[in-house]
């Protein structure tokens, strides 16, 4: 079973749509959750890091359920810059040598 | 800052040719690793430093060697290329061993 999965998409959505997407983690003793986002050829960078409490940047949200074992992405009013894969990202803490587990990302299009 | 560089952006090899693939870092950060990313596969982790002089293997590091002499400096070498290892490759670093990571913009290597 893989570390983390995500569902692939596409989603394509219009401008202005709320999208969420969601995330699955396999191992309960993970320690730090990112999502990141990857424009076409480029290099992942971060969008946001994911807090138990839950946690909002402007037009983004993301929340952590520790008990299911998954984390979601809400993105509202989206934009055609929006448009990027959104990787979900899990740490799995210093007992596991603190590596960094990256889920295969959902690709986001917004049209116009 | 210039963050995470990468070199050469592009490379070509013959298979049983070896090369390294260049990762510095001016931020000070003690964290640094590899992961190479391949499609429907998302990114794995190849090797990563927790400090100069210290390396440890990550998921898929078979065909692969690093050293880190210095805090700024991760090569990556390819000991004999083969045609599996053709992937898009990112360095990455994180000033701890649990926070955000910084991607270089990655090397396309194709393996003939």
């Known amino acids: 079973r893989k570390e983390v999965e995500q569902d692939p998409g596409p989603f394509n959505v219009p401008e202005g749509a709320t999208v969420a997407f969601n995330c699955t983690y396999s191992?309960?003793?993970?320690?730090?959750f990112f999502w990141y986002r990857q424009d076409c050829r480029k290099e992942p960078k971060l969008l946001m890091s994911?807090?138990?409490s839950g946690n909002e940047d402007g037009r983004f949200t993301a929340q952590l359920n520790r008990a299911s074992q998954y984390i979601s992405l809400l993105i509202r009013d989206s934009k055609l810059s929006d448009s990027a894969t959104y990787l979900c990202v899990v740490n799995k803490g210093r007992r596991t040598g603190n590596q960094f587990y990256f889920g295969t990302g959902t690709s986001l299009t917004v049209i116009p | 800052n210039a963050g995470v560089t990468q070199t050469p952006k592009f490379q070509v090899l013959k298979t049983g040719q070896s090369m390294t693939l260049q990762c510095a870092q001016d931020m000070n950060h003690e964290y640094m690793s590899w992961y190479r990313q391949d499609p429907g596969m998302g990114l794995r982790l190849i090797h990563y430093?927790?400090?100069?002089?210290?390396?440890d293997q990550g998921e898929v590091p078979n065909g692969y060697n690093v050293s880190r002499s210095t805090t700024e400096d991760f090569p990556l070498r390819l000991l004999s290329a083969a045609p599996s290892q053709t992937s898009v490759y990112f360095c990455a670093s994180s000033y701890g061993l649990e926070d955000t990571q910084y991607f270089g913009p990655g090397t396309r290597l194709t393996v003939l």
């Open positions: 430093s927790v400090g100069a002089g210290i390396t």
């Open positions: 191992n309960s003793a993970s320690q730090s």
């Open positions: 994911v807090y138990s």
